[in-house]
């Protein structure tokens, strides 16, 4: 066995002529790259060998990468996010920081089961909504719609049936309580597909992700599918059945050159997850030769979408829609595919099957990336499980930056735990975002730092003919640590695209230059060598997909509106130059009417604390002069808000602590009022004694028995003190007396 073979031990059976076949192997090197991978290619975890192992591009230095995009049924949640982050980081790098070029293609799922269910349930739910709303349709039409519903049942052409009747007779008593009366599951299906696809591209859009080169919808490549399949059957590795045609498995693990299972063939045992790729309309599993058969065409059955095909009107199953749209712009070699590694069984595995069966070759893909689950608590984030967090209701929690930090501080592809934080029902955080928080703290002081440094020595891009700029030890001790820094993201990136040691490394770089400004007289400071640093550190948080490529120093935005570099000097300042304007005409107003030192302070406070915020400043009261910083705004409020609301706890503290105060020096003032002589005969002593003796002292218990003499020294100890007590007050009242009567 070769050295290559034992790093791939999955390796598959004999072939005919008894000599090892691996099921998988690097690309073979062409004309472009003849000398195998390059000296700085990464080694990615390839899902067929569950190794790293170099990357090796099928032209040179051109890249051919497809993922499995969103089935837009519902609101992507934070599962997505995390998969479509990771992806867009990967891409980046590859492209920025490796120089790959890179064409990336993705799906979107726009035919599907899901989204046939969620259409036709909306529509139901719908007119079961007008009809109570309306009052006086007949039971007869909405009790069987509300038990077909209740049921489960996943009977279209009955649920179609029903609600077409009961929205004929709620648009002829009120044409207006449907919105849509001609609606049809054709093209009804589709509407929802498109609100939801449009969704999640603009989630992608607040999150940062940059658009894919090429996009492919299911509905557009319904033709092109027939085809691919066709071709499949002519090639014997699929076969009719009822209307529908499915893969042969069998069949295609016979012939030498093919294997089926190569990424997960512990998944073959799994029937409950095969079937889940077959979709809950799946037709009856007895059309099927074999159980590992899989559907490329679902004969539709009433109630779902269909298009013509030489085996009659149906639709495309869920995996074949992947290959057919990958190929027609990828063809027969593709050097990467990638999804959540939900999609490792079955779906990767049968696309690479009818795939490597329709052109008839071994190896279609040459490296499958998958990304790591994840999970809420240790589940899965799932719809199904309803634990999911949508990427809007995170966006109102955390800013697109500090999540794609929080994915950043973890390995894309291994699985991932959030724990929310909760206020009742309502999800208020995850515990994971505080470190994240604090990563995205400190590049932003860091930023800071190194930028007002620059400024404070009048260099404010690094130079300036009246500074030195001759190093000394301290410069060569910080450009040492630039150079491990460069080093230590380097090795990061090779070792499978490593975010999180990239970060690492990162971090060490800020300790050193902030080391460097404080230890430097300011006047000293090196403004080319800071600068260096500062522009390295956000060229590399630019390729993670936390930094905007201005070729300036700093975080920027992300996630935000697209063109907003195109701004006009005016737009960009006008709203700075309003708050300007309006606090000048505020503080000559104030100084006209000779307003005091408080007013104007109140004034120059609102700027701070309102006005400047609201622009995305936030201003800090130093000694020796206030310093600004750019942040997001929504972050400024909520930290605002955060603030506000520890100020009202504080408030609220010492109001109860008053009031407490205040009620014990009331009771000490009740107390003080009574004389020594009836200390013991009311409130609380009123029942415990019999008799006293001339000063009030108690001698007896309220059973008659006289007290014991170690007791009645202690309470004529009580009694005197109640005595001091009591002639303070007296005198207090007196004095107070005489106050009023000179007056």
Same mark, same amino acid.
């Given at each position: 066995?070769?050295?290559?073979?034992?790093?791939?031990?999955?390796?598959?059976?004999?072939?005919?002529?008894?000599?090892?076949?691996?099921?998988?192997? #690097?690309?073979?090197?062409?004309?472009?790259? +003849?000398?195998?991978?390059?000296? =700085?290619?990464?080694?990615?975890?390839?899902?067929?060998?569950?190794?790293?192992?170099?990357?090796?591009?099928?032209?040179?230095?051109?890249?051919?990468?497809?993922?499995?995009?969103?089935?837009?049924?519902?609101?992507?949640?934070?599962?997505?996010?995390?998969?479509?982050?990771?992806?867009?980081?990967?891409?980046?790098?590859?492209?920025?920081?490796?120089?790959?070029?890179?064409?990336?293609?993705?799906?979107?799922?726009?035919?599907?089961?899901?989204?046939?269910?969620?259409?036709?349930?909306?529509?139901?739910?719908?007119? /079961?909504?007008?009809?109570? %709303?309306?009052?006086?349709?007949?039971?007869?039409?909405?009790?069987?719609?509300?038990?077909?519903?209740?049921?489960?049942?996943?009977? /279209?052409?009955?649920?179609?049936?029903?609600?077409?009747?009961?929205?004929?007779?709620?648009?002829?008593?009120?044409?207006?309580?449907?919105?849509?009366?001609?609606?049809?599951?054709?093209?009804?299906?589709?509407?929802?597909?498109?609100?939801?696809?449009?969704?999640?591209? $603009? =989630?992608? %859009?607040?999150?940062?992700?940059?658009?894919?080169?090429?996009?492919?919808?299911?509905?557009?490549?319904?033709?092109?599918?027939?085809?691919?399949?066709?071709?499949?059957?002519?090639?014997?590795?699929?076969?009719?059945?009822?209307?529908?045609?499915?893969?042969?498995?069998?069949?295609?693990?016979?012939? #030498?050159?093919?294997?089926?299972? +190569?990424?997960?063939?512990?998944?073959?045992?799994?029937?409950?997850?095969?079937?889940?790729?077959?979709?809950?309309?799946?037709?009856?599993?007895?059309?099927?030769?074999?159980?590992?058969?899989?559907?490329?065409?679902?004969?539709?059955?009433?109630?779902?979408?269909?298009?013509?095909?030489?085996?009659?009107?149906?639709?495309?199953?869920?995996?074949?829609?992947?290959?057919?749209?990958?190929?027609?712009?990828?063809?027969?070699?593709?050097?990467?595919?990638?999804?959540?590694?939900?999609?490792?069984?079955?779906?990767?595995?049968?696309?690479?099957?009818?795939?490597?069966?329709?052109?008839?070759i071994k190896q279609w893909v040459n490296y499958f990336v998958h990304t790591g689950h994840l999970h809420i608590d240790g589940l899965k984030m799932s719809k199904s499980l309803k634990n999911f967090i949508t990427i809007r209701a995170a966006l109102k929690m955390y800013t697109a930056r500090q999540i794609r930090f929080l994915f950043l501080l973890h390995q894309w592809s291994d699985p991932m735990d959030l724990t929310p934080v909760q206020e009742g029902d309502a999800v208020t955080g995850f515990q994971q975002m505080e470190a994240a928080v604090i990563a995205?703290?400190?590049?932003?002081?860091?930023?800071?730092?190194?930028?007002?440094?620059?400024?404070? /020595?009048?260099?404010?891009?690094?130079?300036?003919?009246?500074?030195?700029?001759?190093?000394?030890?301290?410069?060569?001790?910080?450009?040492?640590?630039?150079?491990?820094?460069?080093?230590?993201?380097?090795?990061?990136?090779?070792?499978?695209?490593?975010?999180?040691?990239?970060?690492?490394?990162?971090?060490?770089?800020?300790?050193?230059?902030? +080391?460097? *400004?404080?230890?430097?007289?300011?006047?000293?400071?090196?403004?080319?060598?800071?600068?260096?640093?500062?522009?390295?550190?956000?060229?590399?948080?630019?390729? *993670?997909?936390?930094? $905007?490529?201005?070729?300036?120093?700093?975080?920027?935005?992300?996630?935000?509106?697209?063109?907003?570099?195109?701004?006009?000097?005016?737009?960009?300042?006008?709203?700075? *130059?309003?708050?300007?304007?309006?606090?000048?005409?505020?503080?000559?107003?104030?100084?006209?009417?000779?307003?005091?030192?408080?007013?104007?302070?109140?004034?120059?406070?609102?700027?701070?604390?309102?006005?400047?915020?609201?622009?995305?400043?936030?201003?800090?009261?130093?000694?020796?002069?206030?310093?600004?910083?750019?942040?997001?705004?929504? $972050?400024?409020?909520?930290?605002?808000? %955060?603030?506000?609301?520890?100020?009202?706890?504080?408030?609220?503290?010492?109001?109860?602590?008053?009031?407490?105060?205040?009620?014990?020096?009331?009771?000490?003032?009740?107390?003080? %009022?009574?004389?020594?002589?009836?200390?013991?005969?009311?409130?609380?002593?009123?029942?415990?004694?019999?008799?006293?003796?001339?000063?009030?002292?108690?001698?007896?218990?309220?059973?008659?028995?006289?007290?014991?003499?170690?007791?009645?020294?202690?309470?004529?100890?009580?009694?005197?003190?109640?005595?001091?007590?009591?002639?303070?007050?007296?005198?207090?009242?007196?004095?107070?007396?005489?106050?009023?009567?000179?007056?």
């Amino acid at each position: 066995m070769s050295a290559s073979e034992k790093t791939f031990p999955q390796y598959g059976p004999l072939c005919g002529c008894c000599a090892p076949v691996p099921w998988w192997s #690097p690309p073979e090197a062409t004309e472009a790259a +003849k000398d195998g991978p390059r000296r =700085d290619a990464p080694r990615l975890l390839n899902s067929f060998t569950k190794t790293k192992v170099p990357f090796v591009p099928l032209d040179g230095n051109r890249v051919g990468w497809y993922i499995c995009g969103p089935t837009v049924y519902d609101s992507a949640h934070m599962g997505h996010a995390r998969n479509y982050v990771n992806f867009d980081v990967i891409r980046r790098v590859m492209t920025d920081y490796f120089r790959y070029d890179v064409r990336f293609i993705m799906n979107v799922t726009d035919i599907d089961d899901k989204i046939v269910m969620r259409a036709h349930l909306r529509r139901s739910e719908a007119m /079961l909504a007008a009809a109570d %709303r309306l009052g006086g349709i007949d039971t007869s039409l909405t009790t069987p719609l509300k038990a077909l519903l209740a049921s489960g049942e996943k009977n /279209l052409g009955d649920q179609e049936a029903l609600t077409a009747q009961l929205c004929a007779v709620i648009v002829a008593k009120d044409p207006s309580a449907v919105a849509d009366p001609d609606w049809s599951v054709q093209d009804g299906y589709l509407t929802l597909a498109h609100t939801f696809e449009a969704e999640f591209m $603009e =989630d992608m %859009r607040l999150m940062g992700v940059a658009r894919p080169d090429a996009l492919t919808r299911v509905s557009e490549y319904t033709d092109k599918i027939v085809q691919y399949i066709q071709t499949i059957i002519d090639r014997g590795y699929a076969y009719e059945s009822n209307g529908s045609v499915y893969f042969d498995v069998p069949t295609f693990e016979s012939a #030498p050159n093919h294997k089926y299972a +190569k990424l997960n063939k512990e998944a073959l045992k799994n029937v409950e997850l095969a079937m889940d790729g077959e979709g809950a309309l799946a037709a009856d599993a007895s059309e099927k030769k074999a159980e590992n058969d899989f559907v490329l065409w679902k004969a539709s059955k009433p109630g779902e979408p269909r298009w013509p095909s030489p085996w009659g009107e149906g639709r495309p199953g869920w995996h074949i829609e992947c290959s057919a749209m990958c190929s027609d712009i990828l063809g027969e070699a593709v050097d990467i595919n990638g999804g959540g590694i939900d999609l490792n069984f079955p779906h990767h595995e049968n696309q690479l099957a009818q795939s490597e069966a329709h052109y008839d070759i071994k190896q279609w893909v040459n490296y499958f990336v998958h990304t790591g689950h994840l999970h809420i608590d240790g589940l899965k984030m799932s719809k199904s499980l309803k634990n999911f967090i949508t990427i809007r209701a995170a966006l109102k929690m955390y800013t697109a930056r500090q999540i794609r930090f929080l994915f950043l501080l973890h390995q894309w592809s291994d699985p991932m735990d959030l724990t929310p934080v909760q206020e009742g029902d309502a999800v208020t955080g995850f515990q994971q975002m505080e470190a994240a928080v604090i990563a995205e703290k400190t590049f932003v002081e860091f930023f800071h730092s190194v930028k007002g440094a620059l400024r404070g /020595l009048g260099c404010a891009a690094g130079y300036s003919v009246h500074q030195e700029h001759t190093w000394n030890d301290e410069e060569r001790v910080l450009s040492a640590s630039i150079d491990s820094a460069r080093a230590g993201v380097h090795a990061a990136m090779l070792d499978n695209i490593n975010t999180l040691g990239v970060i690492k490394s990162l971090k060490e770089l800020i300790g050193a230059v902030n +080391k460097y *400004l404080g230890a430097v007289d300011k006047s000293a400071i090196r403004p080319l060598l800071v600068e260096s640093a500062g522009r390295f550190v956000t060229m590399i948080l630019a390729c *993670l997909g936390v930094a $905007e490529t201005t070729g300036g120093i700093g975080l920027g935005d992300i996630g935000g509106g697209d063109g907003a570099g195109d701004a006009s000097k005016e737009e960009a300042m006008a709203p700075a *130059l309003d708050l300007i304007v309006k606090f000048r005409d505020e503080i000559r107003a104030l100084a006209r009417a000779g307003a005091d030192t408080n007013a104007l302070m109140r004034a120059c406070d609102e700027v701070r604390d309102v006005g400047l915020p609201e622009l995305g400043v936030k201003l800090d009261d130093r000694e020796g002069g206030a310093l600004w910083k750019l942040s997001n705004p929504e $972050e400024l409020r909520r930290e605002a808000a %955060r603030e506000a609301e520890a100020k009202a706890k504080k408030e609220a503290q010492k109001r109860r602590e008053k009031e407490e105060a205040a009620r014990k020096a009331a009771e000490k003032e009740a107390l003080a %009022r009574v004389p020594p002589g009836e200390l013991f005969k009311q409130g609380e002593c009123a029942d415990l004694y019999s008799k006293f003796d001339d000063d009030g002292l108690p001698t007896h218990d309220k059973a008659g028995e006289e007290l014991a003499k170690a007791q009645r020294k202690k309470l004529a100890k009580t009694q005197a003190a109640q005595k001091k007590e009591h002639d303070k007050f007296l005198a207090k009242a007196a004095a107070d007396q005489l106050g009023k009567t000179t007056i």
